[in-house]
Each structure stands twice: as C-alpha cells, then as structure tokens.
C-alpha cells in the first residue's frame, strides 16, 4: 500500500493509437489472415529498430499509483524517444512537479529497456527539462548503472518495478475481455 | 414352543458372545435378522450381562453391538414402545464416556417413530454431552443428531422455544472443525429462519460472527474436500437468515472491508450484497452515509478490479434496498441522491482519471430501481451535456463522449434488465427507454462530436449505444444518423484513418441489423461513387489505398440480403465493362482490379453462407451463370479474366452458391439442371449451356470444336477452366450429380451430346486425360479434388475403378519406376485425394488403400511424398465437407489417428532400416500435426522421443510442423507436462539453436521458448536460464521486428521465471 499518494486524480488523455507498420498496398487485394504470411516471406530488407518500436515497449508500462498506463497517462510519448546509432534517448514527464514516483517510473523503463533492447544500446533516461523539482537528482540517479544495479538488488522495489511491468507486453493494445 | 424358544435363546447368546470375540459382520447380520423377526427382547437378554459389565471395554462393545444392529434393522421392525424405551437407554448411555460413542451412534440410528420420544431425548443429549471433551468424531455425530431431529421432529423443536435454542448455543459455542462447522450453520439458519429466534439473536450472532471472515486454507490433500468456499456460502446463509443480525453486522462488515486482505474484502462485500436486502431498507437508510463511504473506497481506490466490480454490484444492492419502496417515486431522497450528486461532482472534471470510477457508480446506479435510474440520467445527461457545450472545455470532449457512451449503454441495458425482469404480459414493452427525455440533445452533441476528428470515435461508441437501443430512435433519426456519418466515413477515407473508419462500419452494421435501407440507400451509393471504373495506375498509391478501404467497406457492409442485391446489382455491369474493356495496356491491372472486385463478393458470401442466408441460393441463375460466361468467354477470346487468381476467386462465388442450393424439390430441379450441364459444358463441349447467351452463344465451342477442354488440344486457358467445373461439382448433393440418373435424362434433352453414361469411364476420362495434358499445379489440383469428390459420394457405383487403380494403376503409375518421377508423385496425390475421399466416409476400402503407402516407404523418388500423404489424408479441408454435401463421418480423423499411429510408432522407433524410419518419422510429424491432440495426448510420453528426433530431419517444413505439434501439446494437454519436463532442457538448446536459423521458424522456436516456463518446474530449467537470457539478448537484434518482437516477449518470460 502506498503511504502516500503524490497525485490522487491525474488527467487521462485517449491512448494514440497502436502504431502498425505501413505498409505498401499491393496490387492484389488479399485476404486479411494471409498477409502477414506472404509480408514474411516477400520482404527481406532490415527492419532497424525506431522510435515507434521502442515507445511500443514502454507504452504499456503501468503507473505505480494508479490502474493507468504510462502512455494514458502522457508521462511517456513517441517523440520523446530518440534513436541515433547505437543510443537511445528516453525522455519522460512526471504528472506533477514534486511526484515521488519519479524515480521508480524511470526504473522500471529502464528495466524495460535493459531486457528488451539489445546489449549493443546505450540507454539514457531523462525526465523532461524543468517538469520536476528535483529533476537533477533523478535523472543522476537514473543513469548510474551502480545505483541502477543495487536497487533491483532489493527484492521489495524489484518486485515493484515487476508489477509495473506486468502488462508491458500489450505495447499500446487493450485488454482482452 | 418353550423348547425352541429356549433354542433360540441360546442361539442369540451365541451369536453375542461370539461377536464380543470376533467382532464378525455375519453375527451383526444374525442379528438383525433376529430382531426383524420380532425377538428384539432375546437380543437385549443376551447382551444383559455385556451393557452392565463393569469392564469399560465389554460396556463399550454391548452398546455398540446394540447401536449397530439398531442402525441396520428396517425402519418399521421395531414397536413405538420399544424405540421409547431403546432412547431412554441410549440417552442413560450419554453421561458415561466410555459408551456416549455408541450411544450416540444408537440414537442417531432410531427410526423417529413419535416426536415426543425424541422432544424428551433433547434435554438428555444437552445435559449429558460436553463438547469439549469429545473428539471431532464423536461430536460430528452429535451435530448429526441434531440436525436429524431438526429435520424429522421440527415442530416438536419449534414448541421447545428456548430450552431448545439456548442449550443448542452452548453446545455449538466454540465449535472449530470445519466438517463439523458445515453442518452447525446449517443447523443455525433453519434455527434462524423457521425457530423463534428473537430473543437470542446476541448468543446465535456470537457464535455466527465469530467466524466472520473465513480464513480456513483446507489443508494439501485434505481427504474431506471441504473448500474455504465452502463455508463461506454456508456462513454467508447463516448471516443474511435474520434481520435482527443487522445492527450487529454492519459494524463488523466496515471493520472487515477496511483491514482485509483482497480475498477477505471480496467475501465481506458478497456478504454484505446477499445480506442488505435481509436487514430491511430502514437499516441500510441509517447506516448509509458510513457504508457508501467504505464501498467508494474500493471503487475509487480499487486494490483490484475483481475487488472494484464486487463493490460495485454491493452498492447496486445497497440502493435498490434503500429505494425499493420507492421504486416509482419521481423525487429520489436519501443515498442515490447524495452518492449521485458526489459522482457528478467528480465529474465536474471528465478528463481526470477519477471520472471513470464516477460514471462506473452512476451505470451502476442505472441498474439499480427505475426511479433511481431515471433520476441518475436526469442529473449526468445534462450535466455531460453542458460541459460538452462549454467553449473552454473543449479539450475535454473526447472524455465527456467517452462518459456519455458509457451512460448510453448502461441505460440501453438498464432498460433491457427492466423488460426481462418483469412479466412480459404486464408491462407494456413499448415503455419509453430511459433516455427519451434526453434522446435529441445526446443526439445532438453526439452528432456534432462525430463530425470533429478527435472526438469521433468517442462520439460513435455513443452513437452504436443509441441505435442499439431498442424504441429509442426513430427511422428518420437512423437516417440521419447515417447521412451523418457518410460524410464522417468519406473524410476517414480521404484523409486516411482507417481506425475510425472501422468504427463507423460498426456503427453503420448495427444500423443495417435493424433497418438496412438506410445504409442501402445513403452509404452504398456514396461508396460505389468513390469507386472508380476502370483500374487505377500503378503509381497512385494513395487512391488505390483508399480504393481498398472502400471495397473493405462494402465487403464489411454487405451482408443483408438486401444490401447484397445492391452491390451485385452495381457490381455485375462494372465487372463486365473491366472484363471486356477494349484497351489493354496493363492486363495485370485489370485483372487485380477484376479480381479485387469480386473479392469483394466472395468475402460478402463467405460470411452469408456462415450465417446460412437463404437468398444466397437466388444468385444460382444470375451470378454463377455470368461468372461462367465471363471466364469462358476470356479463355476463349482473351481477357483478363483468364487470369488463374481471377479464375480461382469465381471458382470460390460459384462454389458457394451452389452449396446453398436447396435440396428439396422446390429448386431442386435448377440443382439437377445445374449437374445435367455441367459435365456435358466442361467434357463435351457444350459450355455455352452453362453460360450467359450475353457472354457466349451456342455457337461458341472450344478450340477443339467438338471435344472438352481436358483434351490435348485445348489451350492452358481452357483448361484453366477446370477450376470452375471444380467449382460447380465439388458441392454438389451426391444425388443430382449421380450419372446414372443423369446421363439418361441428358441423352433425353440434348440428343447431341455424347458424354460417357458409365460414371466409372468419366472418373477414369477426367483423370486420365485432364492429368495427361494438365500444365500447371492448379489444374492437377482440380482433377484431383474432382476424383476425391466423386470417390467420396458415389463409391458405390464405383467398383470397376477403384479395381482399377488398386492392381494396375499402383503397379504402373506408382510402383513402376519407369515412370518419371513428375508423373509418379502425381499419382501418389492421386492415391492420397482417393484415400481421403473413402477415409471421409469411414469406407472398409480407405485402410486397404491407405496401408499401401507404406510399400513405397523406401522409395528414394516418393518415399518421403508418401510418409506426407499421411498428413494430407487425415487434414480436414474445404473439399471434402457437410457443406460440400461430401459424405461424412463422425471423428473420421480421430478414428484413423488411433488405428495408425501405434504402426508409424513403432516404424518410427525401429532402427533397423534408417530409410523405413525416417519415412515412418515424417508420416508421423505430418499426422499428429493435422489431427486434434486429444488423439494423441495419451501416447505423449513415446512420442516425444520421436518427436526430438523429428526436429532433427533438415527440413524446414517439418521442423515447422513439430513444433507445432510441440505448441499445442504444451498450451492444451495439462496432462503431457510430466514429459515435457524431462525432455525440456534439450528442447530449449534446440529451440535456442533454432532462434538463429532463418525464416519463421525463428518466430515460432521463440513463442516455443515463451511458453515452456509456464508449464515446467523451474528447478527443471534452472541450468538453462542464464543461456536462455544471453543467446535471447542476440534475438533482441534481429532484423525483422516480428521476430524482435517475440523475443522481447519470450526473453521477459524468462527473467521472471524463478523458483
């Protein structure tokens, strides 16, 4: 239970929607079950990953204080993800200014990202300029590996950062019923 | 008679004395015997000595012997007087502890003759028995006593008042063991419903409360079975049986649902619904401030969302309780009220995340009574309204529509719940819905939300409510509706959101389920207009995307039966003119665009044919004739009709109309019709009769004037044509297309047509000499459904040819290996389509054709073809069905599963002829992949050597189909998982090693390794996890993104896989 609670009531915004990979009509209308076959098998040209994929990554990490995910939430958006080479940037806000959940949202993007992007990444998660009081000492805080380590050490704040991880895998898609 | 009174005497104390020893059940049976033969007092006599010993041991025995035979004589042996006397001696038994087990058990055995003998025993049973000093048994049986009396003698209890209700709490006080709880509850809620039970409602609630919560976890194994749940439901009884339990309960229920754990907050919030309506509306009114406020806690700060619907649907509890008395009422006083006016205070802001909670309360409160419901609306709708109205909360309106649709459809259901629950008969159903006072300016805001991009798909949630509710709108309101949203549809395709787009065909499908002419009248005409005519260019992507999502549109759309006249109405002459066009610059063009139109239909029809539609079979003499007509014609002249994918779709219409076709005489007649032109058009030349006289006149023959287009002079697009004889035999009912029946009839109508009467000389024609001269894989494909077909429904006129093929053709055509090997492997799909088509029908000749396969085994050119066939012959397709009118047996697939797979097992396992193996291992593959695995899953603990084994064969297309295999089995056979376990850390290297591999077998090595955790001991994998990680982290940088995807996916699985 959370002793505190930073922000009983956040705003809600509609999720954007699941990012699909556009794709070039074909001249013969094919049935709908059958395209992802023939769309494996016709095109073989690297798929890099991008900004999209990885905000799909993230997108359905929950807030540790409400049923909410982050991207509902708008603490994390596409295009404050930035890839250039072998470095991915991650920006993300804070619902309000003095929220104490700050740093263990950034964990658990981090912890994200360290399971689901390939070792050859270098990873740095900022929160956004000027929307926290304490914005230095998270983001210091954020991006020191030795820190980083010894939180997930302890087993209460794993398992956590865990629940909010639980529905990660849905990128964006909504429960099933 | 004194002497064999005397005998029997004797006999008796035999029988007792000997039972003391040995404790023999015979003796028992003696007995009873004895004592239905009225000689109960020799009994007793006998055991005189035995029920007064002074050895605690022989007391024990006596009574028990007495108790048992008791217990074991039929109910009427013995006399009023003697059951009288027999619990006066058995309650004398109760204050002695080492007789009250058999005592007790004595009592419990007496017939209840007369209430009073029992009444009397009560006070006894009470005074002598001390709980607490018996063990669970024993005092089981005293709750049995009890609830045995209350059952048999409950008016007798009922006068005892008090000295009944008081000494039963005393004894039942402090009563722990759960078996023995079970039925104590029981007791207290017949004690509580039917027993004048005022007075002691503090004692019962002292010993009912005390278990309130039940937090009993049964125990690992517990032989008894007696679940938490159990008792719950049972206490639960207890607790709402009495009104005067609820100044007691509410205090206790707050307490409870503050400090639980989630589980204990569920069973408080399920007691407190079942009880509320019991403790009466005046006491949940006093209480109601306090419980709203501990109820809104677990809706606003849910802990879990079962947790939030369980509070939900205790508050619905609690205000219909409240408001019961005043469900009619116009004014609504008390709860609803307050809690009502808070949630739209809540509401005040929409956007935030506290606003969903608000409304989930306000729908609950839509289920509640109707004046509550009513007053609910009366307050949200026009609060919602006024801040969608509000300039300086536009930002919100997407969250103000979402709420609204959420009060829409709980409105819609609110009134559905009213109808149902009431009588039909007296309540008028054409009450006005709840919304009506509401219903033009929801429309209106809804209308105007619709129409702006960010708040569309909110508005037309709102929009799908209104129209499905039933009496709301008027047909003018749909119209408009759907005038409305044509233009929202049109700006969706222009400026390309297909996501609302599909909505609005939701939308636009609801609408056509009620009244279809709207759409018919208003969206299909719009949608054919953005249709262009003639193909577009390859380069205008942007307009052949939207061109697509039209024809998604109509596709979706389309299937009531009079929006499908439409499209084939509009369709038939576009078609044409494509067909036909003069100018051909880019025939591909034309053809993907001929092709993408009637693709269109093809999935209109699919989805009637699913729904079973009756008008589908109307189009028999329209459509399928011009399809005939059309491709004839191109194979003839030219056209992209000619084009195989634009043969095969029509193939596809045609196949579906006729499977509608019914069989009784009516029609049956056009079916006939259809059979008598069907082989004579494709096998004689007489196609035009199958045609459209617009497309192809009489005069029109084959190249080869007279001959049909299965013979070597005819062109490939001829024969292409076979596709569409397929098209029309392949469902036809068995019965029209028998020959017999119709080669005469034929031979009667067109005197000119020569076509081979005997249905085995036509079988034999079309596979001989389509497959002779056939020059692509698709027209084998058709001759070879065509014979699978015919075998299956006219076997029984078909012995010449199977004959036939069982000697000469599988020596020459298969067997020989002078034949080239293109040749022979068509055979064997021959072969396998042959097998099929009697296996289907369970025919005795199926297994004989089948285990010939196995000869080939060896063969180097068709051995492995062969071991496939196995796979092919069990798969169910779209040929060989009901719908096809194909000759069917139940669980035909399984049947043969189980006889074959014991032989493939074992081919499978035997070493000594690595070829035979092998073959026998990729039948094996094949076949397990095609049947259900319930076939199989007993055999699960053999086949997964093989199946290892299997995934060593370096063919892709096997490996695929092994794992599979292995994925169903995981995901489906909880049984199977012992195995798995044992083979899982090979598996999980050879799954690894598969992640590197090349195509989609990547993607499925990967879901493989996703879902082994779930079903394996972590101990059993441990060694693995830390390779599992590493190599998976190479996974993450795939170049595919799908196959990154599922390794992101299969490798968090693994990281929180633990001990």
């Known amino acids: ?177 | 008679m004194s002497s064999t009174s005397a005998l029997a005497t004797n006999s008796v104390e035999q029988l007792v004395t000997t039972w003391i020893v040995s404790g023999r059940d015979e003796d028992i049976a003696a007995a009873v015997t004895e004592v239905s033969e009225g000689r109960l007092l020799a009994v007793v006599k006998a055991l005189g000595p035995y029920l007064t010993s002074e050895q605690d041991e022989l007391r024990t025995k006596g009574v028990d012997f007495l108790a048992t035979v008791i217990g074991r004589c039929p109910a009427n042996t013995l006399s009023r007087q003697s059951v009288k006397v027999l619990a006066a001696f058995f309650c004398d038994k109760l204050d002695d502890t080492e007789t009250i087990i058999p005592g007790l058990k004595g009592l419990l055995s007496l017939p209840s003759i007369c209430s009073s003998v029992d009444a009397e025993n009560v006070p006894s049973v009470f005074a002598h028995v001390r709980m607490r000093a018996l063990v669970q048994s024993v005092r089981f049986s005293v709750f049995s006593i009890i609830d045995g009396l209350i059952t048999h003698h409950r008016e007798t209890l009922k006068g005892m008042k008090s000295e009944f209700i008081r000494p039963y709490i005393n004894l039942a006080e402090g009563e722990k063991d759960p078996r023995n709880l079970l039925v104590a509850f029981g007791i207290a809620r017949v004690i509580l419903i039917e027993f004048d039970a005022g007075e002691h409602i503090e004692a019962l609630s002292n010993i009912l409360f005390c278990y309130f919560p039940i937090t009993f976890r049964p125990p690992p194994n517990d032989p008894y079975g007696i679940t938490s749940d159990d008792l719950r439901v049972v206490l639960r009884r207890c607790l709402s049986a009495h009104s005067g339990f609820g100044p007691i309960a509410i205090p206790i229920f707050l307490e409870k649902i503050a400090a639980g754990s989630p589980q204990i907050k569920r069973d408080t919030l399920q007691t407190m619904a079942e009880c509320f309506p019991v403790y009466g509306p005046a006491l949940a009114r006093i209480n109601a401030r306090k419980l709203w406020n501990a109820l809104k806690l677990e809706i606003f700060q849910p802990t879990d969302s079962l947790t939030e619907e369980e509070a939900l649907s205790t508050v619905r509890v609690l205000v219909v309780t409240i408001h019961s008395e005043d469900a009619q009422d116009e004014d609504v006083q008390g709860l609803a009220r307050d809690a009502c006016e808070e949630c739209i205070g809540i509401l005040r802001e929409p956007e935030k995340s506290q606003a969903k909670p608000a409304i989930k309360v306000l729908c609950t409160f839509m289920a509640s009574t109707p004046s509550v419901a009513r007053y609910t609306l009366a307050n949200a709708v026009p609060h919602l309204l006024k801040l969608f109205a509000d300039p300086r909360e536009v930002p919100a309106r997407t969250s103000v529509l979402l709420l609204l649709s959420d009060l829409i459809a709980a409105a819609r259901n609110s009134s559905q719940m009213h109808i149902t629950e009431s009588m039909p008969e007296t309540s008028s159903p054409l009450a006005a819905p709840p919304l009506a006072p509401f219903k033009d300016e929801v429309l209106g805001a809804l209308i105007s939300g619709v129409a702006t991009l960010a708040t569309a798909r909110a508005a037309l949630a709102g929009l799908t409510g209104l129209v499905s509710t039933p009496h709301l709108l008027s047909d003018a309101e749909l119209g408009f509706i759907v005038l409305k949203v044509n233009e929202v549809l049109e700006k969706c395709y222009d400026e390309d959101h297909s996501d609302d787009s599909n909505a609005i065909l939701k939308l636009l499908m609801t609408i056509s389920s009620l009244s279809p002419m709207h759409v018919r009248d208003q969206t299909l005409p719009f949608l054919f207009k953005s249709l262009p005519l003639s193909p577009l260019p390859r380069d205008n992507l942007v307009a052949r995307t939207r061109c697509q999502h039209v024809l998604t549109a109509l596709g979706t759309l389309c299937g009531p039966p009079p929006l499908f006249a439409a499209l084939v109405t509009e369709f038939s002459p576009r078609i044409v003119t494509i067909a036909f066009s003069p100018s051909d610059d880019d025939p591909e063009l034309l053809a993907a665009f001929l092709h993408a139109l009637l693709s269109v239909m093809k999935r209109v029809l699919v989805g009637k044919v699913d729904d079973s539609h009756d008008d589908v079979a109307g189009y028999i003499d329209t459509l399928v004739q011009a399809l005939y007509g059309l491709c004839v014609r191109a194979a003839l002249q030219g056209g992209p009709a000619r084009e195989p994918r634009v043969i095969d779709v029509a193939g596809v219409i045609i196949g579906l109309v006729v499977q509608r076709l019914p069989l009784p005489f009516v029609l049956s007649c056009v079916l006939i019709a259809l059979a008598h032109l069907l082989f004579p058009a494709f096998l004689s030349g007489k196609i035009s009769l199958l045609c459209s006289d617009e497309h192809v006149t009489a005069e029109d023959r084959f190249a080869t004037q007279t001959s049909s287009c299965i013979q070597a002079e005819a062109t490939t697009h001829e024969r292409n044509l076979f596709v569409l004889f397929e098209a029309g035999i392949v469902p036809l009912e068995p019965k029209a297309s028998s020959l017999k029946h119709l080669a005469s009839s034929t031979l009667i109508c067109y005197s000119k047509v020569i076509i081979d009467v005997d249905i085995n000389t036509c079988a034999e024609c079309i596979l001989v000499q389509g497959l002779a001269h056939a020059d692509n894989a698709r027209q084998a494909e058709a001759i070879f459904r065509i014979v699978g077909c015919i075998v299956n429904k006219h076997v029984e006129n078909l012995g010449p040819f199977l004959e036939h093929k069982k000697t000469a053709y599988w020596s020459e055509e298969i067997m020989s290996r002078t034949a080239t090997p293109g040749r022979r492997r068509q055979a064997t799909r021959v072969w396998t389509w042959i097998c099929k088509g009697l296996l289907v029908r369970n025919h005795p000749l199926a297994l004989e054709f089948i285990h010939r396969l196995f000869d080939v085994f060896e063969d180097e050119t068709i051995g492995t073809d062969a071991a496939k066939a196995f796979g092919d012959i069990a798969e169910s397709d779209g040929v060989l069905t009901k719908r096809n009118s194909a000759v069917v047996k139940f669980l035909w697939a399984q049947k043969f599963a189980t006889g074959i797979l014991p032989r493939l097992m074992s081919g499978a396992k035997d070493d000594s002829n690595s070829v035979l193996q092998h073959a026998n291992l990729v039948a094996l593959t094949a076949l397990i992949k095609v049947i259900p695995n319930t076939s199989y899953a007993h055999e699960m603990t053999q086949l997964m050597p093989l199946l290892m084994r299997a995934l060593q064969i370096p063919d892709a297309e096997i490996r695929a189909s092994v794992i599979e295999t292995l994925l169903a089995a995981v995901t489906q056979q909880k049984s199977t998982h012992d195995v798995l376990a044992e083979h899982a850390p090979a598996l999980v290297r050879q799954m690894l090693g598969y992640t590197k591999s090349s195509g989609a077998i990547r993607i499925s090595a990967l879901r493989y390794l996703s879902v082994l955790p779930a079903v394996v001991r972590y101990d059993v994998l441990h060694p693995c996890k830390a390779d599992v990680l590493r190599e998976l982290s190479e996974a993450l940088d795939d170049p595919k993104r799908s196959v990154r995807r599922e390794a992101v996916d299969a490798r968090e699985v693994w990281f929180k896989y633990s001990g």
Request: charge should be negative.
């Open chain 1, 1 to 177: 239970m959370a002793v505190e609670i930073f922000n009983p009531n956040p705003t809600v915004f509609a999720p954007v929607k699941p990012s699909k990979s556009s794709k070039a009509a074909s001249l013969w209308l094919t049935d709908a079950d059958d395209t992802d076959a023939n769309a494996e098998n016709t095109n073989d040209a690297p798929e890099p990953i991008d900004q999209e994929e990885i905000f799909d990554l993230i997108r359905s990490i929950y807030d540790p204080e409400h049923p909410n995910t982050l991207e509902e939430l708008r603490v994390v958006s596409a295009p404050q993800i930035t890839v250039d080479g072998n470095r991915v940037n991650v920006e993300f806000t804070p619902t309000v200014p003095h929220c104490g959940m700050s740093t263990l949202i950034g964990l658990s993007i981090r912890v994200r990202l360290l399971r689901a992007l390939p070792n050859r990444f270098k990873i740095d998660i900022s929160l956004k300029p000027g929307s926290h009081q304490s914005e230095m000492a998270v983001n210091k805080q954020l991006n020191d590996k030795e820190r980083v380590a010894a939180a997930l050490e302890n087993p209460a704040l794993l398992q956590t950062v865990e629940q909010t991880l639980a529905n990660a895998y849905r990128r964006g898609e909504p429960a099933e019923d």
